[in-house]
């Protein structure tokens, strides 16, 4: 094996523990809190969840560590997309398991929840587990998106865990892996079967977290290594002064993978899509948002500037999800056949200017014709259009030729406009973890390690006060049943836990809206430089701006 320099020096790092999970095992005591309710839908969550439900927060501390000694025998399943420092959670894990008893063994289901269901596995030791320690990436183990939700995968789970004797599955996912994490325990504690399952908040995205969940892992390197890329992107926009850089970045529905980086580098447009939603703004008046800033900078001789774009925009357009709506309809079942034998595009697109309505044709009509036609080419198995696919980049770049086209005949606008297009999303999700997510994935292990011991079933590992020194976190866990509603899913009422976006009344959205005024119009740029693992920890060990501002 070949290994990296920082590859090397990172197998050395040690990862900072909460304060209360120093002490020996022997000294770590818990604290049980009051009782949960879920957020919202009480009756309901609680007739779904009737062994689960309602269970007691709790904290660890220093004192007697009163749990029952028992050997265990742990599975670990990585869920769903990459996420900086998920190796650190197995690690953590694994380290807190060896350290309560050499005897416990921990098996690493590969490729995702179907490991679990396909019985495909390997178990740790400490040669195989030191090659991944303060590593990026989830190839310890494999992830994979399959779900577990069904009764059938359930009887297999409980198959498997006793042929291994397994005690706990520790599930380490996002908002949907985590919903069905609680579902699993539910399964296992009404069938009595002794398995607990506890679960790991994951996610770039950093749309899983709320009152419990302060952030889940992930969002702070892939937004550390997003903004690098963006702040050296606007060094040279502000070195060669002649383009228009457009960047999407990853984050799916909820833009605070957007909303951070604008908040660590200050270019000169950030769309935040719960915004757009709020506002209801139409394609139009976006581009004349973006456009109004090239036109301001231009009247000053600046010709260049960046705008962040996040993954999911165009879905919080109405006017545009009208559209989608409806091209989802005009496609439906046997349709799409027909469709696809028309054999040019002049056809096709006659064949859509008859199936839709005005209003989403005016819409359809002002994109430009690579996207029109990616709208029809790029559909998921169910025959809908992948919005996720959609060059928004590029889309409004196009959008924002277009007015400025119409402002030069105008006589408004007199500048040179010139656009690249960027999308930054798997640059991120499997960097060396900053020392933040070594950390805080390292803690969110070992404390999972504490809640199987305890036996507690159907809990998230928690860990937080992340603003302050890792000394200072506070590690415990919380019943996931806590964190759900009932939200409409695929036509069907379902529990689940609610998926956090971006709050326009919070401070990081705030503090944004307060300065993007002056970004927009003057070079504001930052330069936040790459993660740095080694030096002062005001430079190595601090957190996100959203975490510092939501926290001040
Ligand atoms: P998770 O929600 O599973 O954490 O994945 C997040 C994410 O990185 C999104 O930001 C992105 O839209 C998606 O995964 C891409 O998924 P894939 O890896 O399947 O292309």
Redesign the pocket.
């Known amino acids: 094996m070949n290994y990296s320099p920082l590859q090397k020096a990172r197998y050395e790092y040690t990862p900072k523990l909460p304060g209360m999970l120093r002490h020996g095992i022997a000294e770590i005591g818990v604290k049980e809190g009051s009782e949960t309710q879920s957020v919202a839908d009480q009756d309901k969550i609680k007739a779904l969840f009737p062994n689960t439900y309602g269970k007691k927060e709790i904290t660890f501390e220093k004192g007697q560590n009163t749990s029952a000694a028992k050997k265990q025998v742990v599975g670990v399943i990585l869920?769903?997309?990459?996420?900086p420092g998920g190796h650190n959670v197995v690690c953590g894990l694994y380290d807190a398991l060896k350290a309560t008893n050499k005897e416990n063994v921990l098996y690493g289901f590969k490729n995702g929840p179907s490991g679990l269901v396909d019985d495909d596995y390997l178990i740790f030791d400490d040669a195989y587990i030191n090659e991944f320690r303060n590593t990026g990436g989830f190839d310890i183990i494999g992830s994979g998106?399959t779900k577990l939700e069904t009764d059938e995968q359930f009887a297999i789970s409980v198959e498997v865990c006793k042929k291994h004797g397994i005690t706990a599955i520790v599930i380490i996912?996002?908002?949907?892996?985590n919903t069905n994490a609680a579902v699993l325990a539910e399964y296992f504690a009404a069938h009595d079967t002794g398995i607990q399952v506890i679960g790991c908040p994951?996610?770039?995205?950093g749309?899983l977290k709320n009152e419990d969940i302060e952030c889940?892992f992930?969002f702070d390197t892939a937004t550390k290594t997003y903004s690098e890329l963006i702040g050296n992107i606007e060094r040279d926009a502000n070195s060669a002064k002649k383009y228009w850089h457009f960047i999407k970045v990853?984050?799916?529905s909820a833009s605070h993978?957007a909303l951070e980086c604008a908040l660590e580098t200050q270019p000169n447009i950030c769309l935040v899509s719960e915004e757009v939603a709020a506002k209801k703004m139409s394609l139009s008046q976006i581009a004349d948002y973006i456009a109004d800033s090239v036109e301001k900078r231009a009247a000053k001789g600046m010709n260049f500037g960046v705008a962040v774009i996040p993954?999911g925009v165009v879905e919080f357009v109405p006017e545009f999800s009208a559209l989608i709506g409806e091209i989802n309809e005009l496609l439906a079942g046997s349709k799409a056949e027909t469709f696809n034998a028309l054999p040019t595009w002049a056809e096709k697109y006659a064949f859509i200017e008859q199936g839709l309505s005005k209003e989403s044709m005016s819409v359809f009509a002002i994109l430009p014709q690579g996207i029109q036609q990616q709208l029809f080419l790029e559909r998921d198995p169910h025959g809908n259009v992948q919005v996720?696919l959609i060059e928004s980049e590029k889309l409004f770049s196009a959008l924002v030729a277009d007015k400025l086209a119409d402002r030069k005949k105008k006589g408004t606008y007199n500048g040179k406009f010139s656009a690249l297009h960027h999308f930054f999303?798997?640059e991120g999700?499997c960097a060396f973890p900053s020392n933040f997510d070594s950390d805080y994935c390292y803690s969110l292990g070992y404390n999972a390690t504490m809640l199987i011991q305890y036996g507690y079933n159907g809990y998230l590992s928690k860990v937080s006060n992340l603003s302050a020194p890792a000394s200072e976190w506070v590690a415990g866990g919380m019943p996931i049943t806590k964190m759900m509603n009932i939200e409409r899913r695929h036509g069907e009422d379902k529990p689940v836990i609610r998926k956090a976006l971006v709050e326009l009344d919070g401070k990081p959205f705030k503090y944004f809206e307060a300065h993007r005024e002056e970004w927009a119009a003057d070079t504001c740029f930052t330069y936040p430089g790459a993660i740095q693992y080694y030096g002062p920890a005001e430079v190595c060990d601090i957190t996100t701006r959203t975490l510092a501002l939501e926290q001040e």
């Open positions: 869920s769903g997309g990459q996420a998106r996912g996002g908002d949907d892996s994951k996610t770039i995205d749309d889940s992930g990853m984050g799916r993978v993954e996720s999303g798997y999700r």
